[in-house]
T-cell receptor, first 112, second 115 residues
Framework: GENVEQHPSTLSVQEGDSAVIKCTYS??????FPWYKQELGKRPQLIID?????GEKKDQRIAVTLNKTAKHFSLHITETQPEDSAVYFC???????????FGKGTTLSVSS | DTAVSQTPKYLVTQMGNDKSIKCEQN?????MYWYKQDSKKFLKIMFS???????INETVPNRFSPKSPDKAHLNLHINSLELGDSAVYFC??????????????FGEGSWLTVV
């Protein structure tokens, strides 16, 4: 089945710095790659997603890049702020096309 | 209006008990899920229903039994609770199965503690 590896597991940055989280997936048929943000005690919420027909997508300070050949995709957060502190999850569709399989999460801490 | 709502939010119970978590979505979606998030924050798919039909049943003990009375509801019943069942259980929904990449919306989670 689909396997999603996510790195790093923890990431600490200073306010204003950039943060990059990387994921790799195993099923070359995957065509949808969302990123979810989960604040402490809250539900995971979609922040950005990318489909396999594009290589990059931006939304203000957040961008996602996709390399289908290498089977990896990354989340880039620029000008980080303390409110960006959360757990971030990447995901890919499982082989059967019936559910999202999540990476193990990255705990991002932004200090001011 | 809460899109995906689940009850109870917190549940503390003793080993061996049977408990249920209810979930309802008002988004008009036809696919619902249960995910388990353990103490290490791993989010793992447990079950998925599409139009009340079970389409995913991961390697979950048969003490866990989902029930979908209609496509807006997916409840989770757990028999003979064990300490290892302590986790946050998230209900979620999407329009259609994931093959075309439909956004999954999560409920607020149910914190289950087994003592």
């Amino acid at each position: 089945g689909e396997n999603v590896e996510q790195h790093p597991s923890t990431l600490s940055v200073q306010e204003g710095d950039s943060a990059v989280i990387k994921c790799t997936y195993s099923d070359s048929a995957s065509n949808y790659f969302p990123w979810y943000k989960q604040e402490l005690g809250k539900r995971p919420q979609l922040i950005i997603d990318i489909r396999s027909n594009v290589g990059e997508k931006k939304d203000q300070r957040i961008a996602v890049t996709l390399n289908k050949t290498a089977k990896h995709f990354s989340l880039h957060i620029t000008e980080t702020q303390p409110e960006d502190s959360a757990v971030y999850f990447c995901a890919a569709i499982n082989q059967a096309g019936t559910a999202l399989i999540f990476g193990k999460g990255t705990t991002l801490s932004v200090s001011s | 209006d809460t899109a995906v709502s689940q009850t109870p939010k917190y549940l503390v119970t003793q080993m061996g008990n049977d408990k249920s978590i209810k979930c309802e979505q008002n988004l008009g979606h036809d696919t619902m899920y249960w995910y388990k998030q353990d103490s290490k924050k791993f989010l793992k798919i447990m079950f998925s229903y599409n139009n009340k039909e079970l389409i995913i049943n991961e390697t979950v003990p048969n003490r866990f039994s989902p029930k979908s009375p209609d496509k807006a509801h997916l409840n989770l019943h757990i028999n003979s609770l064990e300490l290892g069942d302590s986790a946050v259980y998230f209900c979620a929904s999407s329009q259609g199965v994931q093959g075309t990449g439909n956004t999954i919306y999560f409920g607020e989670g149910s914190w289950l503690t087994v003592v």
